[in-house]
């Protein structure tokens, strides 16, 4: 988790160690400047600590420097989409096919959550921007955090009620998680999220209770 954003540039594939973004690329761009989280302390520990529980029982964590060992996916959080460029979309991360995407590289637009409930909302984008990191695709169930279907009106952050994953992603997740690191890169996972109509459907992934974000 990268707190005080930076400059990321575009690439052909995600390095999450040295700042290179294959989403960014996408964009067209050479680089994006992100800023860094412009919330505050509580909002990011509650953040950290309702993706850890969206995660649980499974291998992962939610760390702030990078770990000394081993291989690990990063996600900005800070800016809008009109950072790189882009509009109308909460968070953006490259995709992975049922596997964890090698040195993954994923985005939360935090300036654009302006929603009351503020941390919740944080969390489901990041717990779905991760989940794309992951392995998952998009989800059909309402009740699933990878769902984007606007019909879903489910959402009851003023209690608190949060989406998380349901059985048949926790099965992928698992899964990939168990083979992360043990094949080469694949070319199949530079996709980004919904390479060929990704603005439309990342748009959908706006929370029903939230306004959606301007376009800059
Ligand atoms: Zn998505």
Known sequence: MHRTG??????????????????????????????????????????????????????VDFVEKPPANGEYLLVFVGGSPTNMGMS???????AGSKEV??????????ADH?????????????????????????????????????A??????KHGRIR???SPNLAILASSLATWGRSAQDPTT????DAADKTQKVRANVPQQQKTPPAR
């Open 6 to 59: 930076g400059r990321v540039v575009a690439g052909d594939y995600d390095d999450s160690r040295r700042w290179v973004s294959h989403t960014v690329q996408t964009t067209g761009r050479k680089d994006a400047v992100m800023p860094g989280f412009e919330g505050s302390d509580a909002e990011w520990r509650g953040m950290l600590s309702c993706a850890r529980n969206e995660y649980a029982g499974l291998p």
């Open 101 to 110: 995407v090698p040195h993954g590289v994923g985005f939360v637009f935090s």
């Open 190 to 193: 530079r996709l980004a999220d």
């Open 114 to 150: 302006k929603a009351k409930d503020r941390t919740i909302a944080l969390c489901e984008t990041l717990a779905h921007e991760v989940g794309h990191m992951i392995g998952l695709d998009h989800s059909t169930d309402c009740n699933d955090v990878m769902s984007t279907n606007a």
């Open 164 to 166: 998380g994953f349901q």
């Open 88 to 94: 109308r979309m909460w968070g953006w991360a490259s």
């Open 152 to 157: 879903c009106r489910n959402r009851d952050y």
